[in-house]
T-cell receptor, first 115, second 114 residues
């Protein structure tokens, strides 16, 4: 069965510092991996995805994520955080081989960037 | 281009009543999904339509939940009768034909059952 773990409920970082939001996953086959962001009273917005190829993927708003197959991780990173990055971040996985179109989400990590 | 729209944005009902949530996907998106998030927990998959057909309804909690997508356009999710544990935010998402693509989400319908 597919699953996603986001071990931190909240991440606090000072503006200008690098940020990391952690995600680990479990699938029986090869994964498609996604990050989404949710701002208050809005729907989830797509940030980036890993399908195949380079392990480091770049996405919207300067975010990037690194796929690590051996550690089954897909941590979200940004070199320099902005106050406007404060939001709820969700990691998601889809099993290429058995999951069809079903996407499984984590519980979310709230990012708080302090000025 | 209009995004995914959901109605109502918030519904407060008494236990035992019925509620119907509606989702209008992005035009041309064959895939439509329903998800639910209970406070602080993961966003749980409910079901997936391809056009008007239910492709995967493995996440539907029980037979009090009924989803339809007549004509392959908009979808409704009816909860009858509602229970306290049904409270949460119901998200609808849509996507085009491939399974490598991201989902496009609506803003959600918050359901409160008293």
């Amino acid at each position: 069965a597919q699953s996603v773990a986001q071990p931190e409920d909240q991440v606090n970082v000072a503006e200008g510092n690098p940020l990391t939001v952690k995600c680990t996953y479990s699938v029986s086959g090869n994964p498609y991996l996604f990050w989404y962001v949710q701002y208050p009273n809005r729907g989830l917005q797509f940030l980036l995805k890993y399908i195949t190829g380079d392990n480091l993927v770049k996405g919207s708003y300067g975010f990037e994520a690194e796929f690590n197959k051996s550690q089954t991780s897909f941590h979200l990173k940004k070199p320099s955080a902005l106050v406007s990055d404060s939001a709820l971040y969700f990691c998601a996985v889809r099993d290429q081989n058995t999951g069809g179109f079903k996407t499984i989400f984590g519980a979310g990590t709230r990012l708080f960037v302090k000025a | 281009e209009a995004g995914v729209t959901q109605f109502p944005s918030h519904s407060v009902i008494e236990k035992g009543q019925t509620v119907t949530l509606r989702c209008d996907p992005i035009s041309g998106h064959d895939n439509l999904y329903w998800y639910r998030r209970v406070m602080g927990k993961e966003i749980k998959f409910l079901l997936h339509f391809v056009k008007e057909s239910k492709q995967d309804e493995s996440g539907m909690p029980n037979n009090r939940f009924l989803a339809e997508r007549t004509g392959g356009t908009y979808s409704t999710l009816k909860v009858q009768p509602a229970e306290l544990e049904d409270s949460g935010v119901y998200f609808c998402a849509s996507s085009p034909g491939t399974n490598t693509g991201e989902l496009f989400f609506g803003e959600g319908s918050r359901l409160t059952v008293l």
